[in-house]
């Protein structure tokens, strides 16, 4: 009977405790650093900063130009832009406000009063429609996003302003018990358990941008777009009805915000929305987002919109000077762009050597021992 000896197993080398790069981890976290850097500011130069009420108040603010920025986040993660959300905010609160005071029905000599659920819809699908016809143009016509977006700026602009002659709707916002149309300001600019509901909304809306990201087939889809178009379609990614899709969320994220916004005015004005698309995308690119396609969270997102809207909100309260406004909201976009390209260098070069570190372990492996 044959014996066999066991040569026992090495014991294992315990890993080297792994070093925190504290320099890597303020870069990547420097929307949030930011933003408590101007809540600190602004707590010492008004008092009045923290106050529950004005914490409310920019809350709201904030929660329109972040649900703004949660469907330029699609569009952005694929490398394209939307220069039409402002538009499409303002022409759908005037489409909410032209079918609460009564829509003409062509041909006849009839008054349309739809119920409020009903106007909601069709404001939502003004968005949608604008979305999608955004995306053909890219898709379909190979139109580049922002020539695509740009026209449809002004096109709905245009719209809205053919609708209402230039003028504000202001009357027949509640609507009559008597032609069934009524709830629409009672709702929308109510304050469910205190809290407006725009910021309920914002909620909601984030955790479902947040799910589809993370969650689904169709976040994964995106990212891997955004990364390298041509992979993704060898890979069998529906790249053409993907990017479409990210066009119409968009559209319908601009219109929920119209209608809001039309609610807490309350009025529906042709000029709503200006300029809102330019401080929907800083809050992307402040929130870490890539322009180039295939970087950013939700999140980060919601982090950039906070320290957008709180920096906007600041300045008002401590009665800085609108131009000023406008020269610092631009200088810390630069900022931010210029620290994301900062760190994209500080992460190739890291990349870098660690390709090195491991090219030199796997010779030193192989080598044959003298």
Same mark, same amino acid.
């Given at each position: 009977m044959s014996t066999q000896t066991q040569t026992p197993a090495p014991a294992a080398t315990p890993a080297a405790p792994r070093k925190i790069d504290w320099g890597a981890v303020l870069m990547e976290g420097r929307a949030l650093i930011g933003l408590i850097v101007i809540m600190a500011v602004f707590t010492v130069l008004s008092p009045n900063f923290l106050q529950p009420d004005n914490l409310l108040l920019?809350?709201?603010? @904030?929660?329109?130009?972040?649900?703004?920025?949660? *469907?330029?986040?699609?569009?952005?993660?694929? =490398? *394209?832009?939307d220069l039409s959300v402002g538009s499409i905010v303002g022409l759908s609160g005037v489409m909410a406000g032209y079918l609460l005071k009564?829509?003409?029905?062509? +041909?006849?000599? #009839?008054?349309? +009063?739809?119920?409020? /659920?009903v106007v909601v819809i069709v404001?939502?699908?003004?968005?949608?429609? #604008?979305? /999608? #016809?955004? =995306?053909?143009? @890219?898709?379909? +016509?190979?139109?580049?996003?922002?020539? %695509?977006?740009?026209?449809?700026? !002004?096109?709905?602009? *245009?719209?809205?302003?053919?609708?209402?002659?230039?003028?504000p709707i202001t009357e027949e916002l509640r609507g009559s018990d008597k032609l069934g149309n009524t709830g629409f300001i009672d709702v929308l600019a109510s304050?469910?358990?205190?809290?407006?509901?725009? &910021? /309920? @909304?914002? &909620? @909601?809306? %984030?955790?479902?941008a947040s799910v589809l990201l993370t969650r689904t087939p169709f976040g994964r889809w995106l990212y891997a777009m955004g990364g390298n178009l041509r992979a993704a379609n060898l890979s069998g990614v529906p790249t053409k009805k993907v990017e479409t899709w990210i066009y119409v969320l968009?559209?319908?994220?601009?219109?929920?915000?119209?209608?809001?916004?039309?609610?807490?005015?309350?009025?529906?004005?042709?000029?709503? *929305?200006?300029? !809102?698309?330019?401080?929907?995308?800083?809050?992307?690119?402040?929130?870490?987002?890539?322009?180039?396609? =295939?970087?950013?969270t939700v999140r980060g997102t919601m982090i950039g919109a906070f320290l957008v809207g709180f920096l906007v909100d600041g300045l008002v309260l401590v009665g800085v000077s609108v131009f /000023?406004?406008?020269?610092?909201k631009g200088a810390v976009i630069i900022l931010a762009v210029a620290l994301d390209q900062l760190q994209q260098s500080l992460q190739s070069r890291a990349a870098v050597r660690r390709a090195a570190q491991a090219s030199l372990s796997a010779r030193a492996a192989s080598a044959p021992a003298k």
């Open positions: 920019m809350t709201r603010h @904030v929660a329109m130009n972040a649900l703004l920025a949660l *469907g330029m986040l699609l569009v952005i993660l694929r =490398g *394209g832009i009564g829509a003409h029905v062509p +041909f006849t000599d #009839i008054t349309a +009063f739809p119920p409020v /659920w404001s939502l699908a003004v968005g949608a429609l #604008i979305g /999608w #016809i955004n =995306g053909i143009l @890219v898709t379909r +016509f190979n139109v580049a996003p922002f020539i %695509a977006t740009l026209g449809m700026l !002004y096109v709905a602009r *245009g719209i809205a302003l053919l609708m209402t002659d230039g003028v304050y469910p358990l205190g809290i407006p509901m725009p &910021v /309920w @909304v914002m &909620v @909601v809306f %984030a955790i479902a968009s559209g319908i994220c601009a219109a929920v915000v119209g209608v809001l916004l039309t609610a807490d005015l309350p009025a529906a004005t042709p000029r709503a *929305g200006e300029s !809102y698309e330019l401080n929907a995308i800083a809050a992307v690119v402040i929130g870490g987002a890539a322009l180039s396609g =295939g970087r950013g /000023w406004q406008q020269i610092i």
